[in-house]
């Protein structure tokens, strides 16, 4: 605790990244080295999230998007899906009882459509009743992959122009932005991937195009606030050019 704190006054004196998105990854090998069944590690993970998602609030993070369950991730075993389901669902039923206190604001990015009709009702909830929250903002990525997004926001466009409401020639970079799940969200400044992996796996395509990546090989379930601020730390000694000249 007294590390933690002292870590919280250290962190004041440093620029943090405004947006930082996670790509929570390594719980089935960490169940897997602990002769747990690899579903188990998720619940773990989930911790790791409450810990990471905390720290966040409490060192001015404005934006922090976690990766999770992709479009792919329904190729799981049910049982490692329904796994996943049931601490999301439990999570969000927690949120919304300690929202108030809490003051996290919640956003939904993915095909919501999928879930099971209780779970996409409480996503709904929590996002609506958080919405005018000044804490950390959540983005939580449910049902998401980064190709999806973006032939969902082409379908959108699309169908816009059909109507009469857009036209193919105002089409730019802002504005096929503001059909994205991430509307009015800013572009990712950081993205740290765990578990010793080094991919996007089809995580915010659009959005990481000028993101500095941090990867690390901790496991999610064993990543700490501490490697976090190594993370921070690495991002603050980038350069960050976006394409130009310093
Ligand atoms: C990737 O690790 C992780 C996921 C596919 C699911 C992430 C979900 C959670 C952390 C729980 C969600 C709940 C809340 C409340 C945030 P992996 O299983 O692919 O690990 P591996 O690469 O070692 O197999």
Redesign the pocket.
Known sequence: MGLFSKKTKQSAQRPVPQHIAII???????A?KRGMP?YG??AY??E???TIANYCKDIGVKYLT?????TE?WKRSQEEIST?MG??G??LQEALLDMEKNRVRFVFSGDLSRLSPELRDMCIQTQERSKDYDGVQVN?CLNYGGRDEIMMAARRFARDCMEGKQSPENLDEGLFSSYLYSAQVPDPDLIIRP?G?KRTSNFLLWQSAYSEYVFTDV??PDFTPEDLEKAIAEYNQRSRRFGGVK
Do not use: P, Q
Not at 24 to 30: A, C, I, P, Q, T
């Open positions: 929570m990854d390594g719980n089935g090998r960490w897997t690899r590690g998720h993970g989930a790791t999230f409450r976690v990766y999770a369950f992709s991730n996943i601490l999301l439990k999570y939580f578990s992996e496991l999610w």
